[in-house]
């Protein structure tokens, strides 16, 4: 079957860095994405790996093993307005995106 | 409009009524999909379009129907609801079906009574 498995949630301060991880089974792969969403609103894309390494793109970066079925997804120097949850999602072969149940992350002043 | 438009915001129903989300994009995206999320479980996709005139199921189409009538407009219809659709819905669209960067609506909140 698929499935999509990353933590429920997560405390980090201010100012600090956090790691989320994610890890997936998928019938085919065709790339992993980060998407953020704020609670009461839709799902904003963040970040999106096809292959093997890492992608950054300011305080956010992703990181992508295929070999390893896994990823995560790095915050740096982390503000309030991160408070959030964190949905990954894997497109299988058929290009459908299969979701993970999402990580709240809490930022502590 | 500018981007992805739901309506309604939010809705109480009652049960066995019909009811239909509506959802118009005007990025002239050609794929467009339906979801619902419920807490404590990821978007669960209810039914897709990969271009006006097609339709396809997804994980959870039981209940629901669309129709994909031209490119802007994807409506969701509950034929008859049950206190099971209580739940969040959000459509989304993306360029094509292979590019898989979605642009999600506001969301519809829905409850059934």
């Known amino acids: 079957g698929q499935n999509i498995d990353q933590p429920t949630e997560m405390t980090a301060t201010e100012g600090a860095i956090v790691q989320i991880n994610c890890t997936y089974q998928?019938?085919?792969?065709?790339?992993l994405f980060w998407y953020q969403q704020h609670a009461g609103e839709a799902p904003t894309f963040l970040s999106y790996?096809?292959l093997d390494g890492l992608e950054e793109k300011g305080r956010f970066s992703s990181f992508l093993s295929r070999s390893k079925g896994y990823s995560y997804l790095l915050l740096k120097e982390l503000q309030m307005k991160d408070s959030a949850s964190y949905l990954c999602?894997?497109?299988?072969?058929?290009?459908?995106?299969?979701w993970g149940a999402g990580t709240k992350l809490i930022i502590k002043p | 409009i500018a981007g992805i438009t739901q309506a309604p915001t939010s809705q109480i129903l009652a049960a066995g009524r019909r009811m239909t989300l509506r959802c118009t994009q005007d990025?002239?995206?050609?794929?467009m999909y339906w979801y619902r999320q419920d807490l404590g479980l990821g978007l669960r996709l209810i039914h897709y379009?990969?271009?006006?005139?097609?339709?396809g199921k997804g994980e959870v189409p039981d209940g629901y129907s669309v129709s994909r009538a031209n490119t802007d407009d994807f409506p969701l219809t509950l034929a008859s609801a049950v206190p099971s659709q209580t739940s969040v819905y959000f459509c989304?669209?993306?360029?094509?079906?292979?590019?898989?960067?979605?642009?999600f609506g506001p969301g519809t909140r829905l409850t059934v009574l």
């Open positions: 998928t019938s085919g792969f065709n790339g």
């Open positions: 379009s990969n271009t006006a005139g097609t339709t």
């Open positions: 990025m002239r995206h050609n794929a």
């Open positions: 999602a894997a497109s299988d072969s058929n290009y459908q995106l299969i």
């Open positions: 790996n096809v």
């Open positions: 989304a669209s993306s360029v094509d079906p292979s590019y898989n960067e979605q642009f």
